[in-house]
């Protein structure tokens, strides 16, 4: 019985083409610390948008008023935006 045969063939052929993928797979230490990295920053810019967006739809003048002048001058913006009835436009 011989050694080389074809089923010692083709296990080695399997065998070292696995460990030619492993090599392949095998990632850059420095590739992975920059997508880190990138996803730190990116992370940042966006809780830094949501800060600007939740500041600017925060309403500090209404917590400022107390209820009733907020309520007055929720009527007064109100009363400017429906238009009178008869008016068609």
Do not use: C, H
């Not at 083409?17 to 996803?39: D, E, S």
């Amino acid at each position: 019985m011989t050694i080389f045969n074809k089923r010692n063939a083709l296990l080695g052929f399997i065998t070292w083409k696995a460990l030619q993928r492993r090599k392949q797979k095998q990632r850059n230490p420095l590739k992975i610390a920059a997508f880190i990295a990138l996803g730190v920053v990116s992370a940042g810019v966006l809780a830094a948008i949501l800060a600007v967006a939740l500041r600017r739809n925060g309403n500090v003048e209404a917590e400022e008023l107390d209820a009733e002048e907020f309520a007055d001058e929720l009527e007064a913006e109100l009363a400017a935006a429906v238009p009178e009835p008869g008016f068609a436009e």
